[in-house]
T-cell receptor, first 112, second 112 residues
């Protein structure tokens, strides 16, 4: 069974601060996704990383996939209240018969 | 094109009653997933359909839970003899093989 651990579980910061959340596993994934979920809605895909060592940027968000494709991080610069939500990472299986595995999420609150 | 849709958006039922939750995946997607999410928590995998293969039912918490996927498209999750601990948001997602999962808005189930 492939497991993903996310840390921290909860994070509360002031507007303008920087933060990093982590997604770690002992298993190798063919790709890894980050989602954000707002209350009352389903998770929405932010990014997919595929190549070991890959870095992707979306405005103030920077995503990194570990060289060994076992871990990932999400860094937010100058957080804003609109960044508040539950951040989930998910790892895709290595075969077509595999299913994705989700971490338990990081709940981020950005206070104005 | 249309995204994943789920119905109903909210369902309130009495303990002991049966409920059916519906998911319409994105057209052409081969895989369909059901998850359960308690308030502020991560996603608990329930069941996974991939094409014509036998579904992966390893996440179903009890034999009161079942799901079917008609014609490789629409899916129904059935919970028999509902219990209060079944109260949660039930999320459906679809994907093309093991590519990115796209989520519906969820059905919030409340068992009184």
């Amino acid at each position: 069974t492939q497991l993903l651990e996310q840390s921290p579980q909860f994070l509360s910061i002031q507007e303008g601060e920087n933060l990093t959340v982590y997604c770690n596993s002992s298993s190798v994934f063919s790709s890894l996704q980050w989602y954000r979920q707002e209350p009352g809605e389903g998770p929405v895909l932010l990014v997919t990383v595929v190549t070991g060592g890959e870095v992707k940027k979306l405005k103030r968000l920077t995503f990194q996939f570990g060289d060994a494709r076992k871990d990932s991080s999400l860094h937010i610069t100058a957080a804003q209240p609109g960044d508040t939500g539950l951040y989930l990472c998910a790892g895709a299986g290595n075969t077509n018969a595999g299913k994705s595995t989700f971490g338990d999420g990081t709940t981020l609150t950005v206070k104005p | 094109g249309a995204g994943v849709s789920q119905s109903p958006s909210n369902k309130v039922t009495e303990k002991g009653k049966d409920v059916e939750l519906r998911c319409d995946p994105i057209s052409g997607h081969t895989a369909l997933y059901w998850y359960r999410q308690s308030l502020g928590q991560g996603l608990e995998f329930l069941i996974y359909f991939q094409g014509n293969s036998a579904p992966d039912k390893s996440g179903l918490p009890s034999d009161r839970f079942s799901a079917e996927r008609t014609g490789g498209s629409v899916s129904t999750l059935t919970i028999q003899r509902t219990q209060q601990e079944d109260s949660a948001v039930y999320l459906c997602a679809s994907s093309f093989y093991t590519d990115t999962q796209y989520f519906g808005p969820g059905t919030r189930l409340t068992v009184l």
